[in-house]
């Protein structure tokens, strides 16, 4: 059986997090399934031009993030899917900084979640080290649009719409090289009837680009925020099971995990739920819970 790669939120933003987390996954192996692995992190930092998807925010230094990130030998991944950006927005000295850093790899290459096209071929050639995923920001809800995207070149990865999930004979008449290109989104929140997806993202990206701006989602229970058991209930839900017992058998490895915007905690628990057996979660809980470096709240 193939194996699950999950990609994981908060590069910048869960620092603390996975500061403690990683030595436990290493010095407690057992403790977690041995039919998965951490294929990356992913995330931007606070006033980041070129982000998206969600605003990022962390008080760690971009040296300090891939520092933790190479001992590890964890891919880390910026988050730049701002939807909006010109050509004059391609010189910011942030982003261009964090490019050259992150293109030193070490053992492991580095990528970029990307939106823009624009941004897209600046990147090729300015910083031809780092790879790309297409972000979820495009909405790509109509299958033979997603198709069109993985059969593109320029990407490692592509993250469809939650909303495809499920379309699993479509899923299965993909070719086997086309399935490792499929980055599956597995706890969305997001009401699946909702039509204002990308006004949403867009509306970050113009914060990103210093508009005052703010949305107000029209989605049922908006106001409850993001909620795990919710999330479990969507019918875009991906479990533990449905990743061991559909996804993997007809070849599909690569596993989203979302949460940027959320709290080390709610974190903690998704961590738990797709990574670690059942037996050892109270244990990894309490040895995160009584280190003295992470305040969980």
């Known amino acids: 059986m193939k194996k699950a790669y999950y990609h994981l939120p908060g590069l910048f933003e869960f620092y603390e997090l996975y500061q403690v987390l ?37 008080e760690h230094g971009p040296r300090e993030v891939l520092a933790l990130m190479q001992e590890y030998g964890i891919s880390a991944r910026l988050t730049f899917s701002n939807s909006l950006l010109r050509e004059e927005h391609l010189t910011d000295k942030k982003c261009n900084a964090l490019c050259a850093l992150f293109e030193q790899n070490g053992a492991v290459q580095n990528g970029v979640i990307i939106h823009s096209d624009l941004l897209l071929e600046y990147i090729k050639k300015t910083y031809p080290g780092l790879y790309f995923v297409s972000s979820t920001t495009k909405v790509l809800t109509d299958f033979r649009e997603c198709h069109k995207e993985i059969q593109r070149e320029d990407f490692r990865y592509v993250v469809p719409d939650f909303r495809l ?25 997001c009401w699946p009837g909702c039509r204002d997806r990308k006004r949403c993202y867009e509306i970050v990206s113009r914060k990103n680009l210093g508009e005052d701006v703010e949305h ?23 479990s533990i099971d449905d990743i ?47 280190d003295n470096m992470l305040d969980l709240f």
């Open 216 to 238: 107000a989602c029209q989605a049922p229970n908006a106001t409850e925020g993001y909620r795990f058991s919710k999330a479990m209930k969507n019918p875009a839900f991906i």
């Open 22 to 58: 990683l030595p436990l996954y290493r010095q407690h192996r057992d403790w977690f399934y041995d039919w998965c692995e951490i294929g990356s992190i992913y995330g931007a930092p606070a006033d980041c031009l070129w982000g998206g998807g969600r605003a990022g925010f962390g």
């Open 244 to 290: 061991r017992t559909i996804y993997l058998p007809r070849g599909f490895s690569h596993f989203k995990i979302e949460g940027r915007s959320l709290g080390s905690a709610l974190i903690l628990e998704f961590l738990l739920y797709y990574m670690t057996k059942p037996e050892h979660q109270l244990e990894a809980r309490e040895e995160i819970y009584l």
């Open 165 to 189: 999930n499920k379309a699993l004979d479509q899923w299965n008449t993909l070719s086997q090289a086309e399935k490792d290109k499929v980055e599956f989104l597995c706890n969305e929140c």
